[in-house]
């Protein structure tokens, strides 16, 4: 056994004891366990560390140099190398302004994407507790396909699961009966059009939708109403509005039980208005049993914890799910509710995705333009080294350590990156309302506030440490001898192929924005100049009344007075955004398992015309019906073709059971946006009370006179309500939302992205005009032309050029072409965009690298090679 | 700060400094008060008294000679100063004039 303490332990102790206290403290401890060594070692060594640890104090624990050093020196020293970053900031105010122009806009950028992703991952987050509430999914099984919608059947009993504790039931939609006329206490003859929902009465305790005034919950009544703050502004101004009295539809009585506070723009549940089952069943005129057959949007929210899984098989369970209801295959999921604003499409029953690739696409893009704009903050710093040579070698004669150089850079970086987030920062707040109108989409949400500040705070260090190790490790090594002695041209400023790369990545970056926007660009034009088959151009969507349909003809007629209104027709689907198909078409001589998707669109005679629909054979429809017995319908050539009709004119078709004939052919029109492929469309015959839009087409520019017109027409025959009407244009665009948001935004990034990558290029260049200022001389001493001179600084980026341009091409070429795939209608992969952006991009980079070699190669040879 | 107050233990070590005059170090002093008062001390906690009354001006150092028990080190032997004394005494004197005021009749214990 061997008679000395335990080493580690004697070494710990001479690594963090005081040099002063060591000899007094380790001579204690080996004098106790030389003392009971020979008698017990195993407790001796175990005495021996048991006291080292125990010496383990504050008191007796080294201090670090920087803690030794008088602080006053600390502060000259800090204060100096201030003055230094400000003077060398000052001294080259074009570099200065572009590094931080640089890594200013690339933060804006990252920082507004950073915004929206924020905005979208906190839908629904709000409710208490919202990880336990679902949303109940029904998938319906046909032909082997699955439709899903988010609705589930009204009458959906989970009392058999104990860990559901409230279902919420709610019914939403767009129209009528969930957008009603109301009408402010002044102006009786008003309206005011509110989206609302009709909902049991749990909605305002499974949900986090505060009560501000009045009962808790106002869904109780059969005849209350709870209404936003909001609308109770816009209708009884500062004014009390509990218990008054609203119509609903101008029929049904409610009373204003309760004013609870707007509903947050993060839900995914949008509502001004709240009124109980009681009511939509009086509007729909329809019994307790038909009530009970309807789907709604059901949420149950769990008391104790239970998986999505466990809780879809006991929705399955025959006590929830009915014999009825599983007869025509449906089944339910359970849903939660956090996932449902990102992830909301569903294919085959199984969720595929939805919003969240867009914000993981948009969240790539923030990042790499975040590297884009570090990259050239590197690029720019260490370019400018050999400029600071001379300041670095003199501190370290006079004895600056290497850490202190780099903690100088490090210093200088942070303050860089801190004025950038600065300036970043109040520009984001202030362009978040267009970038919000950009988006098609509010937002609203400040960075600088509770935890995104902290994040904020962790970014900002992180970028800076990022833009400013590499400069400070450089910088640092540098060799004061060598510095003095003016021979710093070998290694000046770090690896020059490091720095090369970095370039790539950014070129190649830009290059495929670049690309991609101009394809997305070609792709928006083919939409819209797309010839969808009829008119959208000059005319108008009016959602009629009730009384209006009535005196339809009247009212066309008094309209058609004018010469601005060319015509006027009604349809019961909007032939932009049509929904649904249907399947249960069928035509003699049709297979029996064949199963064909058709369109069929309601209309009256005169939506033909409207619409600019061409005959191209038989007849169009007549204002008398000629066939009283069967509907008469139009059908598009694609519709012939597909049903494989010799001689479409008189054959008859079924809708079901609905005996039809044909009475003429017309040409094929798109029915819903160019994603898909264009379907068969069958025109029936409808009378002109189920009708529910009018479309109205007026002469090309006369818009404003021609809907003064109309809009006092609509007055004349219906004064109580005020006229509700789109511009088809605009629908349309609606239907593209998605596009146009993202090529809005990729002409942002676009811009962005190219002025970081040109900063970049400025960069390189100015460092490599500052080495190759002797070989120039030198070559124009011996007779080199101008543009031979030239050609040395650009040989440096053709190398860098020519790599970017082979990464950039395949990436941009594939990502076009998969983003292309989407679209049933597309233009071909436009070749020239390439051939553009690529000789753009060079001829800029060229131009880049002339501007500013171009000093150098006028300057007289005699005086760049005197410098010696 | 504490001024002149002297703890218990500070009063304890104080005292052993001075028994153990003039080879008071840590280790003696520990062993000392363990012998005389029956208390184990850590080396350490002697070590932590003996810097802090050296600290108040109570106790002066200096470094002895090397010693072969603890490998050729030197001990740091602690003396007492003037100060030193001053507070045992004073101490000392507080706790007599004390004791001495308590009424005879308190400190007589009977079997009841």
Redesign the interface.
Known sequence: MNRQPPKWADRFLQWYCRPELL??????????F?RTVNHYPRQAKFQFVW?VI??F?W?NIKRSKSKINNTGVAMDMLRNILTVAIRNFVRQPGHSFLSIFGLSSGLICALLILTWIIHETSFDQFHSEPETIYKVMTHVKSDGNFQTYDLASSALDVSSIPEVTALASVSSGSRWPHELCFRPEEKTNECIYLNGVYANENLFSVFNFPILQGDRQPLKGAANIAISEKMAERLYGKANPIGKIIKIDDRHEVTIASVFKNVPINSSLQFDFALPYHILQKQWGINEAMMARNFFNIYIKTGSPISAEALTAKLNDTRVLTEEHKSQNVSYQAYPLLDWHLKSKFEGGKNTGGKIEYVFLFGIIGALVVLMAVINLVNMSTARASLRAKEIGIRKVTGALRTSIAGQFMIESFGLVLLSFIISITAVEWILPSFSSLLMQPIEFHLLQGNTLLYLIGFLFVVAILAGLYPALIMSSFQPVRILKNQLTTNASGNHGFRKSLLVIQLSVSLIIVIFSGVLYRQLEFITQKNLGFNRSNMIRLEPTFRLLKSYESFKNELLKNPNIISVGGSNDNPLNSAGANTGVTWPGKPDDLRVSIRTIGCNPDFTRTMGLKILEGNDFQAEKSDTLRTEVLVTQEAVKVMGLKNPIGEELKFGQIPCVIIGVINDFHTSSLHEALLPVILYRQHIQSISALYIAFQPGTTEQSMQAINNTYKSFEPDYTMKYWFQDETFNETYKTEIVASRLTILFTFISLSIAIIGVIGLATFTTIRKTKEIGIRRVFGASATQALMVLTKEFISVLIIAILVAVPLAWYTSDHWLQGFAYRTNLPWSIFTISVVGLIVLIMLVIVILGIKTIRTNPTQSLRTE | MKGNYLGELEELVLLHVGILYPNA???AVMDEIEKQAGRSL????V??VL?RLEEKGLLKSK?SDPTE???G????IFLLTAAGKRSLEEANELRNQLFSQIPKVALQFRLA
Do not use: P
């Open positions: 000899e007094e403290i380790q001579g204690d401890v080996y004098e106790l030389y006291n125990r010496f104090q008191k | 170090y840590g280790v850590n080396i350490s906690a070590h932590s810097t470094m028990e603890r490998g080190r030197r001990k740091r």
